[in-house]
């Protein structure tokens, strides 16, 4: 046989040619997948529902801690260099942490204004926004309330302008999203059908949060707002405003407390004055059972409704 005539170098040397190249081509076709850059989990969990295995979507903040003091990484701004799109969720959410990561990345693809930059909050219409800014108002919410997305009806907008932003990002891809896209949303409307039913269970009870995080949640369902721990966005509480806090308290039914402030202020509460404390997720990952987009509002109004 001719091959025969190969000494057992050039066999090694062709074989490792062979490798080399299925190494070249597999990284080809991984390096033109598109690399999507999320702030959040939640956000991360709509954007794969429409693009399916077909781009690399990462998500930077870890679901467990506060979203407003995300700690940055070195390797965020690795991720950031990557990006062919970065997803933020808006309205000075990610201001203490996400713009120092942006300059350093250095990526042009992804700075504000260019079409690989996506602000979520566009796309909604917020509450508390102020009128005049006051420090007494708190430093965390100046563009007004930015955790829109906790209230469920709020993705489906979301994943609209998230889809959009695809289709123009990675053109070649518009029938798959498209496909990917419809079945999200029908199967979402069809979950949103469930909870609404769910929630009405709690409509015109009152409820305390730590911060004003669940209130897009809370008035698509008819729940009142008794008060929150904090005073005002980001200051943490007194003794004093606890105290006031209790004046309000005999009409509220459950508390409701995020996984990342302590909770010494909530179970103080309950256990004075006999009211439970609901723990919710916040993101996606927040929670052992809030593992999508769907389980995280199975998760929230599992919780509020059991
Ligand atoms: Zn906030």
Redesign the pocket.
């Known amino acids: 046989m001719k091959y025969k005539n190969f000494s057992k170098i050039q066999l090694i040397l062709i074989h490792t040619l062979v490798l080399l190249h299925l190494f070249l081509i597999n990284t080809t076709v991984w390096a033109k997948k598109p690399v999507i850059v999320t702030t959040y989990q939640y956000i991360a969990g709509i954007t794969e529902q429409i693009t399916g295995n077909s781009a690399t979507v990462i998500a930077l903040a870890p679901p467990q801690f506060d ?2 003091y995300i700690v940055p990484k070195p390797s965020y701004i690795a991720k950031l260099r990557n990006a062919n799109l970065l997803i933020i969720n808006g309205a000075q ?1 990610e201001i203490g942490w996400l713009p120092q990561l942006i300059r350093q990345a250095n990526n042009p693809a992804i700075i504000t204004g260019t079409k690989g930059f996506l602000d979520l909050s566009n796309f909604v219409k917020k509450i508390d926004v102020p009128t005049a800014l006051s420090r007494a108002m708190g430093d ?2 100046p563009e007004g ?3 829109f997305y906790l209230d469920p009806h709020t993705i489906p907008v979301l994943a609209k302008a998230i889809y959009e932003r695809l289709c123009t990002i990675v053109p070649k891809n518009y029938n798959l999203y498209s496909k990917n896209y419809t079945t999200f949303i029908e199967k979402f409307n069809a979950r949103l059908t469930v909870w609404d039913a769910q929630m009405t269970k709690v409509k015109g009870k009152s409820a305390i949060e730590y ?3 669940y209130d897009y949640l809370l008035i698509r369902y008819g729940i009142h707002l008794a008060g929150t721990i904090e005073p005002v ?2 200051i943490p509480p007194a003794s004093k405003h606890i105290a006031e806090l209790e004046n309000t308290i005999y009409t509220v039914s459950f508390i409701l407390q995020d996984v990342y402030h302590p909770y010494d202020a909530a179970q103080y509460l309950s256990q004075k004055f006999s009211i439970p404390v609901i723990v919710l997720p916040h993101d996606v990952g927040a929670t052992s059972d809030a593992n999508d987009i769907f389980s995280l509002f199975d998760a929230i109004v599992g919780r509020i409704t059991q």
């Open positions: 979203p407003h959410l965390v919410h309330n930015p955790h911060h004003k995080i966005p980001g």
